[in-house]
């Protein structure tokens, strides 16, 4: 994409409009994963198995990884950033972009590719996973930008591209690599506190059934019973067991679905169950319920 000659020196060259086209079809596909991970983080679903393995969705559908810097959502980034780019790349190949105009947008586009790639560290660094719609995103939209740049090289010739996209790819990813291992390591804490929260003697046990690599169990685990206020809750109960979904105890909770709160009686009887990942509040009134059901009032 770089070039050493004078930006005038190619005032004759032919426009490339394969490289347009091509840059306009990789925008369509930038756009289209950003839209697909917007209604995946919307709807609670994921393409990826979510058995394990190195892809997921945690950062799309997990609370305390869809915005981790300043509250802004990273699927809104995505769409409006894709949006931009199929916008440029239809003015481009329309002609509609005057050589300024040009050499701005491929500069722009650059660097938001090499931000989008460097965000890519972050799913694996937090949760071990990598979310397969947002490599789509930073694929297509480095395909779109290598293509664009090649259209206006050919147009009008082009200087400083790869240093643009070299310290925006640095920077994002060294923003992703801190706030990722911060994450990963504040979920070792939550995990750790929640499986030994329980300081009643007599009183009823929290079961959670949860399925590994399930991004769902995750989030009400590590996002919802993590929370401060709802650990100081788990004090009234007198354990907090994790019941893998394929153990015979976990089948018939698991049946339609995971994860599963069920809290349990000291004489083993179900006094209530809440299935899905829920918001730490609604985790908090359900469980005033249900351990008033118990006979036991929760702390504050």
């Known amino acids: 994409m770089d070039s050493t000659a004078s930006p005038r020196s190619h005032p004759s060259r032919p426009a490339r409009s394969w490289a347009g086209g091509l840059a306009l079809l990789a925008a369509g596909l930038e ?6 991970a917007l209604f995946a983080a919307a709807a609670g679903i994921c393409p990826a198995n979510g058995e394990g393995g190195l892809l997921g969705c945690d950062v799309l559908l ?28 239809v003015a ?10 040009a050499l701005g947008a491929a500069r722009l586009l650059a660097g938001a590719a090499g931000f989008a790639l460097g965000l890519q560290v972050f799913g694996p660094l937090a949760t071990g996973r990598a979310c397969p719609l947002c490599l789509g995103v930073a694929a297509s939209a480095s395909l779109a930008a290598v293509f664009f740049a090649v259209e206006v090289r050919g147009r009008h010739g082009l200087r400083w591209v790869w240093p643009v996209f070299a310290l925006c790819l640095v920077a994002s990813a060294g923003a992703a690599t801190v706030t990722g291992r911060r ?15 329980g300081a009643a003697a007599a009183g009823p046990e929290l079961w959670v059934v ?9 989030a009400l685990l590590l996002d919802g019973l993590g929370e401060p206020e709802l650990l100081q809750r ?23 679905g995971v994860p599963v709160l069920v809290l349990r009686a000291p004489g083993g009887e179900e006094l209530a169950r809440l299935r899905g990942a829920r918001p730490p509040e609604e985790i908090a009134r359900w ?11 929760a702390p504050r």
């Open 31 to 36: 756009f289209s994963c950003a839209c697909a």
């Open 62 to 89: 997990r609370r305390r990884l869809i915005a981790p810097w300043a509250g802004v959502p990273l699927t809104a980034v995505a769409l409006l950033g894709s949006g931009l780019t199929v916008v440029l790349s």
């Open 92 to 101: 481009l190949v329309a002609g509609w972009l005057r050589r300024g105009a």
């Open 183 to 197: 994450i990963a390591a504040e979920d070792a804490r939550r995990r750790a506190a929640v499986r030994s929260a």
């Open 210 to 218: 949860v399925r590994e690599g399930c991004p769902f169990c995750e």
């Open 234 to 256: 788990l004090t009234a109960v007198r354990g907090v067991r994790v019941v893998a979904a394929a153990s015979p105890a976990g089948q018939p909770f698991a049946r339609e």
């Open 287 to 297: 469980l005033d319920r249900a351990l008033r059901r118990g006979g036991v009032n």
